[in-house]
């Protein structure tokens, strides 16, 4: 046991912070949680939990209108915000009380406050100063927004879930995957919707198919989408309502206009300078493969080293983390080439691999197999919703480097699948599998016939 007052101070009690702290007290080290806002972090509190509820909202009103072409007329559908957003509030506090007693029972001290590090071995909460062996960063990000004359007037993905009520008319500005689910589930709560994104295509790092199959589907479902375009100024009216200047001169009037234009790293402020944590331009924590900064006490991971930004890669590194430093050291180091991930937007969006433009890029050859149909259910849903499934093999080896979706449940589905292609799975595989009929999933091994 060390001479401090604790062996592990974790400063952040969201996804990240709070598998490290419990896996580590599980195993007898003594833990302190600092945490200055909610217990559970982004995930938790104003990231995916609320959001994919959010989803399923949007989701209920586009499924009821489809249900008429099955003959379920459920006239007079209408939304309540109030309700969706207070009943959300009641689950999220649920979790609030859930995740505190799952740091309580493993042992762990919690602290309610800001916590700032004042030495390699010393942090300050609440005007006192407590010393551990080791330090763990994990305090996340914190949503950026550029600087535009009458930005104050925009909101983010923190403000967005507890509006006082629904925005008829909405501009979201961005175009990663946030920006893209936002304006899904706007749209399909039926608030006249607006996507603004200064580059010629979102969500950039995805597969170019993939990226072109969704611009149209999302564009399907009546969102307006201006690429290569950008805010110039915001001003509020005196009834409440916005006029959105935009670079190419048009003014839009909406209710809310929502900046999801990305996350910085949440560490002005925290003591890192001074202790010597050397972090990049962006603000994030540089850490070696095990997570340890310049300054050997000093730890971090999940969004702060801005790797990858998705709740199970920050538990994923919290787990490695505690093996290394209290276990057999024997763990695997999280796997960053192969992450499955989904879009919630409408419809989903599942990945997993390589896209085709990194496959050409590394390998001499590669077969792609493209599927692009309709899915049973729009037959005689009245949708002209389209289903894109995509796999990209080695040709030399056979495998499958890289499987994409863009279909309802594509997040569910790539779930399985990412088992299969990560223990190395070839397309003679997926081939000799035997489809679920009938299914939208079972297109994948049933796709023979090569596209390119
Ligand atoms: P966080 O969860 O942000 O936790 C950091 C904690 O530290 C916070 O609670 C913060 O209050 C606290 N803190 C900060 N500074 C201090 C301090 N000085 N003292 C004490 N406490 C401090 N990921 C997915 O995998 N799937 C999704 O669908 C998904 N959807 C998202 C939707 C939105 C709108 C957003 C914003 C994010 C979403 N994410 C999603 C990303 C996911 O939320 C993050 O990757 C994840 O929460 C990162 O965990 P973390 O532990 O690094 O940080």
Redesign the pocket.
Same mark, same amino acid.
């Given at each position: 046991m060390s001479g401090y007052d604790y062996d592990l101070f974790v400063?952040?009690?969201?996804?990240?912070?709070?598998?490290a702290a419990r896996m580590a007290a599980a195993k007898g080290v003594r833990v302190a949680v $600092?945490? &200055?806002?909610?217990?559970?972090? *982004?995930? =938790?509190?104003?990231?995916?939990v609320?959001?994919?509820l959010y989803v399923y909202a949007s989701e209920y009103m586009q499924e009821i209108e489809e249900g008429r072409g099955f003959g379920v007329n459920a006239d007079s559908v209408s939304f309540d915000w109030a309700t969706l957003r207070d009943n959300k509030k009641h689950e999220i506090a649920r979790l609030n009380g859930i995740y505190g007693k799952l740091l309580d029972n493993s042992g762990c001290t919690r602290i309610n406050?800001?916590? *700032?590090v004042t030495g390699p071995n010393s942090v300050s =909460?609440n005007g006192e100063t407590i010393t551990a062996e080791r330090i763990l960063v994990? =305090?996340?990000?914190w949503?950026f927004v550029p600087d535009i004359p009458g930005k104050e007037h925009a909101i983010t993905?923190?403000e967005?879930f507890d509006l006082d009520s629904f925005p008829q008319r909405v501009m979201v500005v961005g175009g990663g995957?946030?920006a893209i689910?936002?304006a899904g589930i706007f749209a399909g709560l039926q608030a006249q919707t607006e996507l603004v994104y200064r580059g010629d295509l979102f969500l950039r790092g995805f597969d170019q198919e993939v990226r072109e199959f969704t611009a149209t589907e999302v564009a399907r479902k009546g969102i307006k989408l201006s690429f290569n375009t950008d805010v110039a100024s915001i001003e509020k009216r005196s009834d409440g309502a916005l006029d959105v200047t935009l670079s190419n001169g048009e003014v839009r009037v909406v209710d809310q206009i929502l900046y $999801?234009t990305g996350?910085v790293p949440?560490t002005a402020n925290?003591g890192l300078e001074s202790a010597g944590v050397a972090m990049n331009s962006k603000g994030a924590i540089e850490v070696n493969d095990h997570f340890q900064s310049s300054v050997p006490s000093i730890y971090a991971?999940? &969004?702060?080293?801005d790797r990858?930004?998705? *709740?199970? =890669? $920050?538990l994923a590194e919290?787990m490695s983390l505690v093996d290394h430093l209290y276990g057999s050291g024997e763990g695997e180091l999280p796997n960053y080439e192969l992450i499955p *991930? $989904?879009v919630?937007c409408q419809p989903n969006i599942g990945t997993l691999g390589l896209t085709e433009e990194q496959a050409r890029e590394r390998f001499d050859s590669v077969d792609i197999y493209v599927s692009d149909f309709r899915a049973m259910r729009h037959t005689i849903s009245g949708s002209e919703e389209r289903t894109l499934m995509k796999l990209i093999v080695e040709s030399a080896t056979d495998k499958i480097v890289g499987i994409h979706m863009v279909g309802a449940d594509a997040g569910e589905i790539l779930q399985g699948l990412a088992v299969a292609v990560i223990a190395g799975a070839t397309k003679r595989d997926f081939d000799r599998t035997i489809g679920i009929h009938p299914t939208a999933a079972e297109e994948f091994v049933t796709m023979r016939q090569k596209t390119r």
């Amino acid at each position: 046991m060390s001479g401090y007052d604790y062996d592990l101070f974790v400063i952040g009690a969201g996804s990240g912070g709070v598998r490290a702290a419990r896996m580590a007290a599980a195993k007898g080290v003594r833990v302190a949680v $600092a945490e &200055d806002l909610h217990l559970g972090g *982004t995930c =938790v509190n104003v990231g995916c939990v609320p959001k994919k509820l959010y989803v399923y909202a949007s989701e209920y009103m586009q499924e009821i209108e489809e249900g008429r072409g099955f003959g379920v007329n459920a006239d007079s559908v209408s939304f309540d915000w109030a309700t969706l957003r207070d009943n959300k509030k009641h689950e999220i506090a649920r979790l609030n009380g859930i995740y505190g007693k799952l740091l309580d029972n493993s042992g762990c001290t919690r602290i309610n406050g800001r916590a *700032t590090v004042t030495g390699p071995n010393s942090v300050s =909460v609440n005007g006192e100063t407590i010393t551990a062996e080791r330090i763990l960063v994990a =305090v996340g990000g914190w949503p950026f927004v550029p600087d535009i004359p009458g930005k104050e007037h925009a909101i983010t993905s923190n403000e967005v879930f507890d509006l006082d009520s629904f925005p008829q008319r909405v501009m979201v500005v961005g175009g990663g995957y946030i920006a893209i689910e936002f304006a899904g589930i706007f749209a399909g709560l039926q608030a006249q919707t607006e996507l603004v994104y200064r580059g010629d295509l979102f969500l950039r790092g995805f597969d170019q198919e993939v990226r072109e199959f969704t611009a149209t589907e999302v564009a399907r479902k009546g969102i307006k989408l201006s690429f290569n375009t950008d805010v110039a100024s915001i001003e509020k009216r005196s009834d409440g309502a916005l006029d959105v200047t935009l670079s190419n001169g048009e003014v839009r009037v909406v209710d809310q206009i929502l900046y $999801a234009t990305g996350r910085v790293p949440k560490t002005a402020n925290l003591g890192l300078e001074s202790a010597g944590v050397a972090m990049n331009s962006k603000g994030a924590i540089e850490v070696n493969d095990h997570f340890q900064s310049s300054v050997p006490s000093i730890y971090a991971l999940g &969004d702060v080293i801005d790797r990858v930004q998705l *709740t199970p =890669v $920050a538990l994923a590194e919290a787990m490695s983390l505690v093996d290394h430093l209290y276990g057999s050291g024997e763990g695997e180091l999280p796997n960053y080439e192969l992450i499955p *991930t $989904a879009v919630f937007c409408q419809p989903n969006i599942g990945t997993l691999g390589l896209t085709e433009e990194q496959a050409r890029e590394r390998f001499d050859s590669v077969d792609i197999y493209v599927s692009d149909f309709r899915a049973m259910r729009h037959t005689i849903s009245g949708s002209e919703e389209r289903t894109l499934m995509k796999l990209i093999v080695e040709s030399a080896t056979d495998k499958i480097v890289g499987i994409h979706m863009v279909g309802a449940d594509a997040g569910e589905i790539l779930q399985g699948l990412a088992v299969a292609v990560i223990a190395g799975a070839t397309k003679r595989d997926f081939d000799r599998t035997i489809g679920i009929h009938p299914t939208a999933a079972e297109e994948f091994v049933t796709m023979r016939q090569k596209t390119r």
